[in-house]
Structures are given as C-alpha cells and as structure tokens.
C-alpha cells in the first residue's frame, strides 16, 4: 500500500532558516489512521547526512527526538539510522487539527536533534496529516420539521439545514438526495461563498392544506470519498396558511470588532428586521441558524423579540479568534430572512508565555551533569517558548535572569538552544541554577519563567600557578659556586595529587644554574661575568602530579651586579693625528676613544694629558684634543704626549694611550731667491752671445713641501724688446736672438718665481740686471745706476688697449708721445755723437761715461742722460712706468674710472754718490710738480730682494699690488689671508687692503708716501695690461682729468 499517495499531492518547502547552529526543516506527508511501525523517512538519506558519517567522529551519529516530557509522540525514529515510523498512537487529523478553518492544512510538528556537537543539527519535522474519508456526514437532527404555505409558488425553494463532515476535501458533504418525494418536491444544493454546500426544498406543485397538511420525506447526504459514506434524516413538511410578506434585515451582512476580555452581558450588536405583514404574521422571531456551531450557540445570546446579540460566556481569542452568526428573522412564514453577523475579537494580552524544555544532555534526576572540560557551544537542551496572544502579545522574547557561562541560541522563532558560551570551572562555580526567562511584548508584558540545574563535574583543569608573575634576581659577579640565589614557589587550586607541585627547569635554562626539584630553590653553580653576559632569562616550570599533568612557566631574570675588575680601554695603543699647520688655536685636532667594559660609576671614564702639556688640553669626558699653540710645520713637524684613562670606581683603575700629532704643511711659505741675492746685482752678457745661450741661472727656494714646494720662473715685466726667455722650471735665463746696437745697456728684468700650492698659490719676484755690453770698465757706476734708477719701472712685456671709448685728451696723449719718442731718438743720436768726441782724459772720461753710457732697453722709451755742470740739482729724468693691474670686469663702474697706483722701488744709494750729481740741472721727464725723489733715495737700509705674498685665489678674482716699504720688499697678497710678517724689521706689514684699478687715461706717477694708503674695491677683476706713459711738459703741464 502506497502510504504517500492520496486524492491530493501536497509539496511544501524542504528548509525555512537554516541558522549558525545548524537548523534546518524536513516535511513529510502522512495520512491519518497509519498503523504503527510503518516507515515514514529515511533523514540519514533525505537530509545528505551519509557523507558526514564518514568523517571521523569522536561518537557514532545518534538521531535524538525531542519532545515535551508526558507527550505521546505519533512517531518514533531509530537513533542509529534516522529512520522514522509510526508509533501505536492514533493519527486523528480531524482531532489533531480541531477547530481550524475549514479545508486548512493539517500539520504535526517534531524536532530531531543530530549529535554528537561537532555535527549538530537541529531539524525540525512537519507532518502534513492527509484526511482519509473516516467520517460520514451527519445532519444536525435526525428530524427535520419544516413548515411551508400553501399558497406557495411553483418552484419556490426553502432552506434545509445543511449536513456537517469533520472531513475535508473530496471527502466532506458533496451531494444531497430526497427519498419519496412523491412529486411534489425536489431538491437542489447550492454553494455558499464561505464554500458550504446547502441543500434547498423545490415545491414542483401547488400546494393545498386542505388536501393535504404534512408530507414525511427522508434526506439523504453523500460525502465524495472512497469507499463513501452516507446518512439520511426524516423531513417532515408541514402546510401552513398563507403568509405572504416575510421579514427583511436592514444589514444582510455585519462584521462586529469587540476585545476577547469583553464582559459577560455587554452588547455585540442589535439587529433589526421589518414586516409588510401586520397582526400575528408581522411579528418577528429570531433565532440562529442550525448551521451555527454549538460554541458559538454557547458564547452568544440572541434576544429572538428585539434582535439584540449579547456575550453569554467569557470570550477566548486564543481559543477562537472570530465567529459566524447567521441570524433568521421569521415572521411565522416559510421564508426567513438571512443575516450574517461576523464577529471578529481582538487580542488582549491575558496569556503568559509557557516555557518548554527539551533535553539534548539527559538529566539525572532533573539534574544536568556537564563536565568542566566542556568544550564551547555544547548543546544542553531546546527551549520552546510559545504564547497564544497575538501579534506584539504574542512575541516572546527568551533569556536568563543573570551572568551565567550559558546563552541562549535563537534556532527558529520561537526555539533556542541553551549551550555553554564559556569555559566551565569547578573551582570558581560547582552547579549553576539556570532561570529562563520569557516575555512576550505585551503592555504591560506578560512573562513565565522555569529554572534548569547544571552541576559542574570537576576535572584536573588547574595549572600550578607562581606567587609572582616574573622573578627578578640580582647577584654581583665573581660569586662564589653554589651560592643560593632565590627560593621558587607555586600553588594549585586543585587538591590531592593534582596539587603536588616539582619545579624543573626550562630548556633555555643555562648550565650556570641549579634548580632543586622539590623545594624550588635556585642556585649559581659558576662564577659569574657581567661583563662576559649581564642577564640571564631563562624558564622555571611548575608541573603538578594530575593526569595528564598541568605545568606553568614563569620567566626568571638574572642580573649580574658589575664589580670594578676591568680598567679602561683605548681604542687604539697609539693615536696619531694629522693636522694643517694653519689650524686655528683651540681647533679640534682629534678624537680619543674610550671604553670600559665595566657599568656605572665603574664605566665613568676621565680623561687627561699625562705631566701636564701647556701645548695641547683635552676635553676629560668627550676626549676632544684642542692645542693651546699655533702650528708651523717649518719650526716642529709632530708632537708627542701620553694621555691618561682613568674610571670613577672606589678604587679606580688607569691605562695610557701615545697620541702623536703631525703637522701637515699648508702653502704659508713664498718662494726665496739665492740667485741672485739682490737687486742691485748686474750679469754681464756679450752682445756677441749666441741665441739660444743661458746667460743666466736664477736660484728660488720654498720651505714648504711638496707640491708646496715646486716653482715656476717667468719674465712678468723688463723684458720689453723679447730679448731673454726663461726656463720656467729650471730658472735659466737664455738670450733669445742676435743682440744689435739698440740692445746694449742694462736691462731690468722682473722674474716672477710662483709656487704650485693647492688652493692658493705664493710667488715673489726679483729684478735680474742684465748689461749688454762688451766689457764692464767701471763696476762702480753701474751699481750707482742700478740705485739711482731702482725706482725707474720696468714696461710689462704685453700692451692692453683700452676697449672704453676714447677719452677727450687722447689726441693730446698720442701726440705727446710721438713728440717723445722723436725727442728720445734726437737726444740717442746726439749723444752718440758727443762720447765720439770725448776727451782721452781719464777723468772727464769717467764723467762722460757716468752721464751717457747707459742706455734705456726700449728703443722708444730711450733718453740720454745729459749731466751739465750747474749748482741747481738735476731732476729727475724721463720715467717710463709699467705695471700689471686688474680690470674691473664691469665696464660701466664710475668708481672705478680713474684711480692712482703707486709702484715704490726703494734706493740705498749712499748719500755720497747722490753728492755727485746735480739733480737740479739734469733734465727731467717729471711734471713740474713731481716730488723731489733725491730725499726719497737718501736711505741706507739694506736692499733685500723683492718678496711678493701668494697670488690672488682664481674665484675672487683680485690682484692687488702695494706700495712697497723702504726696505724695498715687493709685497702683494689675497683678499682673504693677511700678510703678516715673521720678521722683526721694521718694514713688515701687519694687514693688507688693496684696491684693483682700471687706467682709461694717463695718469700721474709720484713717490709712495709714509702712509702707505692703499684703495680697495669689491668688484671683481680680470687681468690686463696697461701701459702709462708721463711726458715732461717744461712749460704747461697736462691736466688730470676731472
């Protein structure tokens, strides 16, 4: 027999909500009256559970119905194999599902519960009860008295009252038949809309009281099952007179809204019909009909003279939420007027939520036992929280009255499973008393609550535990072996032998200690280093006697106290410092590095220079080195001292340390000539020298080092006719071409000699006399010469033409030196001519020699010297004044237009030999106003050779030259250094300023004055060439411009 086939095939949904804790549904369709142990399902199979069988489970699967304690369940599943059968109760669909709406689906609800925890479901069953046909169908009596006029029409049909079948479907009331109707009645069945099938009464023909007053039938009902059942009820019609106007409601339909806690006696509604009749057939009965259910017969009253429905019973919602009253109204006559009266009750919160507990864990006594050991989410048991109220009164709301490890998982709805949310612990907590809680959400809300009992199986779930979180232990170095350093304690919250405690220590422990097993003490079995390792962490277990055992760590620190056993260390045994000999005083010259491996005031190192040194200090705590002194390499290369380390222990230690500073050679020093020895020195060179010949060597020495040290040698002034050429390395002067008659007499060269020291080089320069002639007949008058004309200057070798725009006097200056030069020429060739003619007399030879043998080496610059015999001086003669400068690299600087520079050459001329000549009557080359340069050649200071200071570094672009001192020392020097002498002579120059000057015209030359002034300017300068030329003018000198 196919259990699962039927008239109708019902499909629900497989699942509704599948929450976190594995809920899910499962239908099936059953029909009523099953005998027992027929198999229903298979969930093994029908919810896919095989393949979690086969995972490794730590108990087998095991399928648990849950149900209310003293419920008798209509099913019963197999707990190995999730097979469901039924059981010997009854399934009764139409006592199951009492009191639902007609035609309603039939449901009957079970859970099921999948352990163990780690494959939990929770699955809640729904059996949708399929009626069978097990009810017939029944009239309300077995008689049935109607009453018909006899005035009746053809046709006209009259209510019976309709037959009631608990079943539904195909299987409820389908068909009514009239047994002996004898012609005269028929019957027809309509379909109400609430879907209830009436039978009608059809009078087929006239009708006569007087023939006949009663006519007894039988009605028979039919249900539409198989096999169908059927019944039948005596209808007995009786003729009355005639009454042809019935009762008419005002309201055929009325829907009534009244709260279920309405009291006994109030109003539901008043109904009200009328009459066209008067007399006897105008009055009106009411009356309900028989299709109105016995409860609600015995909840309401009807008043049949005025209509007037009232509450005969306390009202229940939960029980029956709404009612039809289907009111007649007759007057007496056969047709009565129909009223229905929907009455619908609303909810009042008056039902308290109940609570239903379903056990997963089986109770012992009532009592759950749940070990400590429990793991998280353990199932206990299945709240069912339900409440018949409505809508907000009937929303229940589950959960517990205080803080307890245990919460409550909502499943479905209503349902929740009671599960551990913490770990358990015996010692804290030994039995929890659990009270659930249920409010609905009512005003005021309604709740229930009903107490759950856990008691706590203890287990051995308590490590040792160490009276200090982390032990920190101190002892001083070089201790003694198997000295004790501390005592190790733990406890244990359990008893017995879970709380024998033995102390081990960890795998990280060093060899250096000791702990004792039983007593927990530790000791230092080797002598200690701090400086070797200062702390020692390592892990000290305590682990108690239980099974399986509990043990707890605990970090154990070691500090090793520093003693004062190491002294301190330098960094090196010798320190050796390199320092420029220009280092500033209380410069930093080093660092010294020390250590000590020692800690605190044992570390504290001082330092010190060992027998006090007035030449260096040193800083005691950073070790910085400053000297006291200014170094020169050139006076002391190194220096040598001994510094002391020494500790602020109680009993301090020391080391030493060599330090040895060298000093590094800085370019300070500028070149010094040897050869020649001075400016007044002269070399003779035949005119019949061959080119190419060295006629002379010049010597230069460099007291610094290196490439410090290394010298160049150029012609930078004299060397106006390209004569001589010198080796710029090894300082020969050569001769450069054939001499010819223009080139006899004395030539001043200025020799440059410049050292190669990095970034600013030093040179000085000297005048190289050299005199072209034949022979040297008087020595003496040409070392005179060479002192009175040491002030005459020498022209540079290279001319520079002004790029500026002519000035107004340029046609003036050009023509005075043509009228110059012509003069020189005439006064060449006349006094050739003269020392022709000289006498043969010694002594006037001598004088002619002294006034006209020298000759200027510029053939456009000569001039005889003419010595007249006059009381009056001679002044001084044609000078001719070139000099090297700096051009201001803007053009258009009006600072920088016209400025003087003053090229002093200083004399040691004795006094005697100026006696000789008449400075007064010997013809100048001056401007009248020139100064006297008789008194400034009156000197007998010695007559070093020239000295110049470093040149100008190439950024700053400067060359500055200034006025030289008596002692006739050519000096120049930088923008940035001074130039300092070393000497003590009285000439030496404490600082520098200088001035760079462009010549745009010719300007006047005059004597250095004592105030040695000098002119500054800032502009930056390229290097040129210029030229100036002063021509005498007897009568009318030429102006300055303004």
Known sequence: ?????????????????????????????????????????????????????????????????????????????????????????????????????????????VEVAVLPDEIFRLIKIRFLIEDINDNAPLFPATVINISIPENTAINSRFALPAADDPDVGINGVQNYHLIKGQNIFGIDVIETPEGVKMPQLIVQKELDREEKDTYVMKVKVEDGGFPQRSSTAILQVSIADMNDNHPVFTENEIEVIIPENAP????????????????????????????????????FHLNSSTGLITIKEPLDREEYPSHKLLVLASDGGLMPARAMVQ??????????????????????NGTVVLSENAPLNTKIALITVTDKDADHNGRVTCFTDHDVPFRLRPVFSNQFLLETAAYLDFESTKEYAIKLLAADAGKPPLNQSSMLVVKIKDENDNAPVFTQPFISVSVPENNSPGSQLTKISATDADTGRNAEISYLLGIDAPPEFNLDHRTGILTAMKKLDRENQEKYYFTVVAKDNGIPPLTTNVTVLVTVLDQNDNSPIFTHNEYNFYVPENLPKHGTVGLITVTDPDYGENSAVTLSIVNVNDEFNIDPQTGVIRPNISFDRERQESYTFYVKAEDGGRVSRSSTAKVTINVVDVNDNKPIFLVPSSNYSFELVLPSTNPGTVVFTVVAIDNDTGMNAELQYSIVGGNTRG???????????????????????????????????????????IMVNLFVNESVTNATLIYEL?????????????????TSSPSPDYVKIMVAIVAGTITVILVIFITAIIRCRQSLHRKAGQKNKQNSEWVTPNPENRQMIMMKKKKKKHAP????????????SKANDADNDRHSVTLDLPSDLEEQTMGKYNWSTTPTTFKPDSPDLARHYKSASPQPAFQIQPETPLNSKHHIIQGLPQDNTFVACDSISKCS??????????????????????????????????????TPMKETTVKIWVHPQPQKPIPNDP
């Open 877 to 888: 003669k044609n000078l001719l004044l070139n000099l090297v400068a700096r051009e201001d």
């Open 723 to 765: 004569l001589f050429i010198i080796n710029q390395t090894s300082g020969n002067i050569a001769i450069k071409e054939k001499c010819v008659i223009a080139d006899l007499g004395l030539h001043k060269l200025v020799v440059k000699a410049k050292d190669l020291g990095q970034p600013d080089s030093l040179f000085n320069v």
């Open 264 to 299: 006994v006696g109030s109003s539901v509604t008043q109904l009200h019909a009328t009459d066209a009749d008067i007399g006897e057939n105008a009055k009106i009965h009411f009356y309900f009909s028989s299709l109105v259910s016995n409860i609600a017969k015995r909840l």
């Open 1 to 109: 027999m196919d259990l699962f086939s039927g008239t109708y095939i019902f499909a629900v949904l497989l699942a509704c909500v599948v929450f976190q804790s594995g809920a899910q549904e499962k239908n099936y369709t059953v029909r009523e009256e099953i005998p027992e142990n027929v198999l229903i399902g298979d969930l093994l199979k029908d919810l896919n559970l095989s393949l979690i069988r086969d995972k490794s489970l730590t108990t087998p699967m095991q399928f648990k119905l849950v149900y209310k304690t003293g419920d008798v369940p209509l099913i019963r599943i197999e707990e190995g194999t999730g097979e469901i059968f039924t059981t010997g109760a009854r399934i009764d669909r139409e006592k199951l599902c009492a009191g639902i709406i007609m035609d309603a689906l039939c449901f009957y609800e």
């Open 981 to 1018: 002498s070393s000497s003590s002579d009285p000439y030496s120059v404490s600082e520098c300023s200088y001035s760079m000057t462009t010549f745009k015209a010719p300007v006047s030359v005059h004597t250095r004055q004592p105030t040695r002034e000098a002119v500054r300017s800032d």
């Open 786 to 802: 060479l002192r009175k004309n040491i002030e005459a200057p020498v022209t540079p070798n290279i001319e520079t033409v002004d």
């Open 343 to 364: 009455v619908n009750l609303t909810d009042v919160n008056d039902n308290i939520p109940s609570i239903d507990i379903r056990y997963i864990i089986n109770p012992i």
